[in-house]
């Protein structure tokens, strides 16, 4: 594909964007705003800023760099083990806490992909043989 003739967009104004975007946790039209475009222009423009800095952002550094790491990844899973949901009870007139069982199995589940705890069995291949006798007489 051909590179698109038109604007420019000046390389001080992708680098202010680029760290306005990494600042902004990769909302591309708030670091848009942030480095003083119109709301309009955020919104109309932004595609085109992320397009252009895709190519220099290290996603895993920058992921890192806002706090979404193994450990605080690992620590959300444990956090949605141990989900909680409250009910709100007319007879008390007050709220009651439970278990939330479907959110609790999902992280087990994810959990267990992570650490690979129950991997398929992989069974054996083996050869199968067929005889087939056709008789041909009528």
């Known amino acids: 594909m051909a590179p698109r003739l038109g604007k420019q967009i000046p390389e001080e104004r992708l680098t202010r964007f680029m760290e306005a975007?990494?600042?902004?946790?990769?909302?591309?039209?708030?670091?848009?705003?942030?480095?003083?475009?119109?709301?309009?222009?955020?919104?109309?423009?932004?595609?085109?800023?992320?397009?252009?800095?895709?190519?220099?952002?290290d996603f895993k550094t920058a992921l890192r760099g806002i706090g979404l790491d193994p450990i605080s990844q690992a620590q959300k899973l444990k956090d949605l083990r141990?989900?909680?949901?409250?009910?709100?009870?007319?007879?008390?007139?007050?709220?009651?806490?439970?278990?939330?069982?479907?959110?609790?199995?999902?992280?087990?589940?994810?959990?267990?992909?992570?650490?690979?705890?129950?991997?398929?069995?992989?069974?054996t291949a083996e050869p199968l043989t067929i005889n087939l006798t056709v008789n041909m007489e009528l």
């Open 82 to 123: 141990d989900a909680l949901m409250v009910k709100w009870n007319a007879a008390d007139e007050d709220w009651d806490t439970f278990d939330d069982g479907h959110l609790q199995l999902e992280a087990v589940k994810e959990i267990n992909k992570l650490l690979d705890a129950y991997p398929a069995e992989k069974q």
């Open 21 to 57: 975007y990494i600042a902004c946790e990769f909302r591309a039209a708030e670091a848009a705003r942030a480095i003083g475009m119109s709301k309009s222009s955020a919104h109309a423009n932004a595609h085109r800023y992320v397009r252009a800095i895709r190519s220099r952002v």
